[in-house]
């Protein structure tokens, strides 16, 4: 019987690919609202080559910006750039109806935990500023668990739950990161069908457009089977 369920968070509980576009766009803008001296599509460009190379978890992107530009005294750049983007978080709000999906599923007795790619401080700053951290018992992040989203990292969350396969539904964005290895390993698998990743196959147990639909498909799994 399922018990526990575990959710991506970008793209999955909130529209994380729609905040990095706005965030970037912001943080872009402002670097010229101080001075720089540059176009905005090779601003933009840059950025894209150094999120690229150095990952979206990173910590200074802005300042290779600067340096790629040869700046010679970025830090008033970098300090705007940041403010900017931190300041579009203020904004941040999960898809409409995961609140009170997972409080429907806090309800039903399921433990509901986040199982994310990514830097700890980072991902737990989302949940905060979302208003669900407190939906979650806790928060499993590939940083912490010294592993990415792979079989290992789900295997990782089983012994620390002290739970079986068959006990767990993994519901997630992605593919590569969320069904593939989650199925991989025994889990149940929901894809939820949203962000940059939407059009991608799948060979997930369950297909969803939003979390909204997953009480139905878990009354499903808890029904008993009908004799043929």
């Not at 540059?38 to 150095?54: G, N, Q, R, T």
């Not at 039903?108 to 979302?130: C, H, P, V």
Request: net charge neutral.
């Amino acid at each position: 019987m399922v018990k526990c369920l575990l959710f991506d968070i970008d793209d999955t509980l909130f529209p994380s690919t729609e905040f990095s576009t706005l965030a970037r766009r912001n943080a872009l803008n402002a670097i010229i609202g101080m001075g720089f001296v540059c176009d905005y599509e090779k601003l933009e460009s840059m950025l894209k080559l150094i999120i690229a190379k150095k990952g979206p978890n990173y910590p200074n992107h802005f300042d290779d910006l600067c340096r790629e530009f040869g700046c010679r005294e970025p830090g008033r750049f970098v300090a705007a750039a940041v403010a900017a983007y931190h300041d579009t978080k203020t904004s941040i709000a999960p898809y409409p109806e995961v609140p009170l999906t997972l409080l429907n599923l806090r309800e039903r007795g399921y433990r509901l935990f986040a199982a994310t790619q990514g830097n700890s401080i980072k991902q737990w700053d989302k949940l905060i500023r979302l208003r669900i951290a407190l939906y979650f018992e806790g928060v499993f992040v590939s940083e912490e668990l010294g592993e990415d989203k792979g079989p290992g990292f789900y295997r990782k969350i089983l012994e620390k739950l002290g739970a079986e396969p068959t006990d767990c539904v993994m519901v997630g964005d992605r593919e590569d990161h969320d069904i593939a290895p989650a199925k991989g390993i025994g889990m149940r698998t929901i894809r939820v069908k949203s962000g940059k990743h939407a059009g991608e196959p799948t060979k997930a147990d369950f297909t969803v457009s939003g979390i909204g639909q997953i009480p139905v498909i878990l009354q499903g799994l808890r029904a008993p089977k009908k004799d043929l």
